[in-house]
């Protein structure tokens, strides 16, 4: 499957494919018509309680993986993932988050659930 991770705030490119918003809050500064997204699956977002105690350097990186695949398991979480599956299924997806580590986030998560690149 073809799915990556970008910055929201990078422009378009004809190959994102279908654009994906993966983050719970709308990126600071950026207006919703210059941001092309197609679909804003809020459910895929870690919970605040999450990203809470992850951005305070609580845990590891790969902890932070092993809950929010928890996270994941929920039916909401788990109905949206496949929604993701299925577009991926369709063409290529580009997963947008405004987290500047794009690795290293539960965007790389969920490129990782999905088989992407």
């Known amino acids: 499957m073809n799915v990556r991770v970008r910055r929201v705030y990078d422009p ?3 190959d994102d ?5 993966v983050d719970r809050l709308w990126p600071r500064g950026l207006k919703k018509d210059a941001a092309h997204v197609d679909e804003w699956p809020k459910e895929l977002t870690p919970s605040t309680e999450l990203r809470r105690w ?14 929010y695949e928890a996270e994941l ?11 993701l599956r299925e577009l991926a299924g369709q063409g290529p997806v580009t997963l947008l988050t ?7 986030g539960h965007a790389a ?3 990782r ?3 992407g690149s």
Do not use: M, N, Q
């Not at 992850?54 to 809950?67: N, Q, T, V």
């Not at 398991?73 to 929604?83: K, V, Y």
């Open 12 to 14: 378009p490119e004809p």
């Open 17 to 21: 494919g279908t654009r994906v918003l």
């Open 54 to 67: 992850y951005h305070a350097g609580e845990g590891s990186y790969e902890e932070f993986a092993g809950r």
């Open 73 to 83: 398991a929920a039916p909401e979480a788990a109905g949206a993932l496949d929604r």
């Open 98 to 104: 405004a987290s500047k580590d794009t690795g290293r």
């Open 109 to 111: 998560v969920l490129v």
């Open 113 to 115: 659930l999905l088989g």
